[in-house]
């Protein structure tokens, strides 16, 4: 199979694991025997500075005619303590996704047994913690009109009927498709978005009977998700809630650097970590990346290659057990991200798959060594 992939690194430590993504798309292509062409392109404050403009309209056409988008992180200090800048690097990707109409952002939360010490939460809390977040992404607030006098701001919030329905199936499906349970997240007791979001949500289960639907206000939800995350399995919320909601949930794991997120819709599909662009350890090749490589397999899978995705989650499970991991998971590792990454890719290509045998392989280098 041949794929184009518009490959966006963008900010801080986004080129450095999107370099260990590509690395193992291409150990998966000479493992499967696929190719994938991969088209480099500007966004965020690096294509502010080489072209003026967050989103060149390069950016956007190879975007439209790629099978697959994979992004690295946005960002930059330099704007963040700026409120007066008019030009700021995530508007590239708001306007991105706006473009290419990517509507449900898909973060799945998932726990790693060698990673239970990082957790904040207690081990006990964390048993069967296994939930995905379906997060609206191109409406509500962070779209909605925007106005400052100097004194007075405001933003809009807005949601129709028709962008809940479009994300609402997808996410009751995937309920369909795992513990058949889905929680609408939102602020209904307060908000006219939210009732209308509830009403929607509730005329859309009626067509997925075998799912079981509860509501949450967002700020209780907050709270479960540390109190009792494993009664999770679908969570369904609008855009700055997810938002929030995400970045929480997401250090139950033990490290934002490990989730992978999907974003998908009418246009080309993207792929990005959850985390952001880490300006502190840009260049110094310490950065995570497995949230990068999880997110090429998320890719994989939405290009209906599954075998292909199970066996780069594999990889990482693998990489995980046998700490080839950075340093933000084990201050000890002498690993680095190009090294994660080799390790991860040639996992990968050479078929040093998983268990009982690779035991055997690593052990018996470590004697010779
Ligand atoms: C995310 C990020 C973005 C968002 C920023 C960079 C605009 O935090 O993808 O979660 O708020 O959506
Ligand atoms: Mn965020």
Known sequence: MNKRIAVIPGDGIGPEVTAQAVKVLNAVGKRFDHTFEYEYCLMGACAIDQTGDPLP??????????????????????????????VRPEQGLLRLRKTLQLYANIRPISTYAALEHLSPLNPDRLKGVDFVI???????????????DGTRASDDCVYTREEIERIAHPAFQQARRRRKKLTLVDKANVLETSRLWRKVVQEVATQYPDVAVDFLFVDNAAMQIIVNPAQFDVMLTENMFG????????????????????????????????????????????????????????????????REA??????????????????????????????????????????????ARLQNILMSHSTII
């Open 57 to 86: 309209d390069a950016t956007i056409e190879a975007a439209l005619r790629s099978d697959a988008v994979l992004f690295g992180a946005i960002g930059d200090p330099k704007y963040d303590n700026d409120p007066g800048a008019k």
């Open 134 to 148: 379906y997060r609206e992404l191109t409406g509500g607030i962070y779209f909605g009109e925007k106005k400052t």
């Open 243 to 306: 938002d929030i909601l995400s970045d929480e949930a997401s250090v139950i794991s033990g490290s934002l650097g490990m989730l992978p997120s999907a974003s998908i819709g009418k246009g080309a599909a993207l792929f990005e970590p959850i985390h952001g662009s880490y300006p502190q350890a840009a260049g110094k090749d310490i950065a995570n990346p497995m949230g990068a490589i999880l997110s090429a397999a998320m890719l994989l899978d939405h290009l209906d290659l599954p």
């Open 310 to 355: 199970k066996t780069v989650r594999e990889a990482v499970d693998w990489a995980v057990q046998q700490k080839i991991v950075t340093r933000d998971i084990d201050p000890d590792s002498t690993h680095y991200t190009s090294t994660v990454g080799d390790m991860i890719a040639d996992a990968v290509q050479y078929e040093i798959t998983f268990g």
